[in-house]
Every structure is written in C-alpha cells, then in structure tokens.
C-alpha cells in the first residue's frame, strides 16, 4: 500500500489524491539474447543480456462536488501525467530513490457520482535512480535532499580529493548496478577535474585514460556520453587509452588512479547510484 507518489515535481497529494500501487516488479523484464540451433535441444544463450523497461501501475481515486467538477479534476490530472519528456516519479515509500518515466498508453479516468478512480500505468527506464549525485555538497537547510540515504553524509570528503601527483583514492558506490558507457538513458558519471597539469592519466577498475597535452581550468570527463571538455571546448581528440569504454563505476568499493606530471587539481567523481 502506498499512500502518495511524486511526478513531473508534482506530489499526488497536492491533487487531492489517494493513491495505492498495482504493479511494481522488483526486477524489470530482461532482453535475451537467445538463438536456437537446429538439431540442437534447447538455445544458445549469449549471456550479454540486457533490461527492457518496467511498467509501475499505480491506483488513484479522487472526490468531487458534481460531475462536472469531477471532470475538471480529470483534466487536470491528465495535464499532470502528460509530458514529452521522460520525467521523475518518486514514490513515497523509497524517498530517495527515483525512475524515470513517461505515461504512454491511454489512463481511462472513470468518473462515478462524487468521486473518479483510475490506473496510471507508467512505463519506466529500467533502473532506479539516487536522487542525489555524489557530486553535490547539502547542507542542513536544504530541506528537499533525502538524509536517509545510502551516500555518506560528508561527499566532499567521500567523492572529492586533490593531487599534487600520485594519488590512489577510494569511493564507494552504493547502488547494485555499474554506470559506464553501457547505462541507460539519465545515467550519470563525470569526473570533474579543476587545476592545472602536464600530462594526465586516470585509471580505474582496469581501465585507463590519459589526457595528452598541458591544460588547464576545468576538464570534465563523461564516461556516460564518452564526452571530453576543456572550459567547454571538445577535448576527445586528445584523449588516449580505453576511449572505446571510457571508465566504470562498479558496485561497492572502487579505486581511481590519477598519475602525470605537473599536477595540481582538485577531482571530483560524480555519478548516480542506480539499483534493479
């Protein structure tokens, strides 16, 4: 039983809802990569198999003075679910995490005399996603972010650190799935490095980086995009190693490398913890 859920920024609540969920899978359907061999019992499986999406349907119900104040409450709830864009759907009893998603099939809004009901079926990106980046410094005030979660309290210290030269640094992915070159849409992992160096390498889970030529200011890594940028400006072509993957974040501990000559930065690992 859930009592509310957020869309689009939007809490059901503010609507005047009452809400419970139908259907939320705990694990999204998988694509497989199968083929069948004649002659042969059974397939062939290919084990690199991926995730589709995953349908959340959740049940909504709502009063009204007369019908025809229930069908203006069934616009506006239609106004509320319709978007182009692949939106945030938070629900109430996992505050911190969030999918994204987008309404595409047709919600019939029943109207009954005083009150209308419907089942919202939401077609989501198959992970779950931290509503915080580790690249994000909250403070107390902020009263929106979600203490209660799995990131340490004190990111700074935990995500960010300075090199002068070698410096071997250990973070922490909470999440059960791997961001990388391979993660779905709305995936996030940038390093963020700001300063000055020679030359500059960056290495991690077996994979390594290096930045060909002095720079300086802020060069932001995306390994998600397999992106480059000095100050803005495209930088791939001076980029050397597993440029064909990028780097990944693994599930629980990992440890980045970063090594050259003529460093002095500060590094920033920012990513989103995603789980199944």
């Given at each position: 039983m859930v009592g509310s859920f957020e869309f689009k920024g939007i809490e059901s609540k503010s609507l005047g809802l009452?809400?419970?969920?139908?259907?939320?899978?705990?694990?999204?359907?998988?694509?497989?990569?199968?083929?069948?061999?004649?002659?042969?019992?059974?397939?062939?499986?290919?084990?690199?198999?991926?995730?589709?999406?995953?349908?959340?349907?959740?049940?909504?119900?709502?009063?009204?003075e007369s019908y025809q104040d229930l069908r203006s409450r069934a616009r506006e709830i239609a106004e509320w679910l319709n978007t182009r864009q692949w939106s945030k759907l938070i629900i109430n009893d996992e505050p911190d995490k969030y999918y994204l998603a987008r309404v595409y099939g047709p919600v019939n809004l029943e109207t009954l005399y005083r009150s209308g009901q419907a089942d919202i079926a939401f077609e989501c990106q198959p992970f779950a996603y931290m509503v915080a980046n580790t690249g994000s410094d909250p403070t107390w005030e902020e009263a929106d972010f979600p203490w209660l979660t799995d990131l340490p309290w004190n990111m700074v210290k935990s995500y960010q650190f300075s090199a002068t030269g070698v410096v071997v640094f250990a973070i922490k992915n909470p999440g059960t799935q791997e961001i990388g070159a391979d993660s779905p849409q709305g995936s996030k992992f940038d390093i963020i490095i700001a300063g000055s160096w020679t030359t500059l390498s960056l290495s991690m889970n077996g994979k390594i980086l290096i930045y060909t030529e002095a720079g300086s200011g802020e060069l932001i890594i995306d390994s998600v995009e397999m992106e480059v940028k000095l100050n803005g400006v495209n930088k791939l072509s001076v980029i050397d190693g597993d440029i064909d993957s990028f780097l990944t974040v693994l599930p629980g501990n990992n440890i980045i490398t970063v090594s050259g000559s003529g460093i002095n930065v500060n590094v920033t690992i920012d990513f989103v913890p995603m789980w199944l």
């Open positions: 009452i809400c419970q969920s139908v259907s939320r899978p705990i694990l999204p359907a998988m694509r497989p990569q199968l083929v069948e061999i004649y002659g042969k019992s059974g397939v062939y499986d290919f084990h690199n198999n991926d995730y589709g999406t995953r349908q959340i349907t959740m049940h909504i119900a709502y009063m009204g």
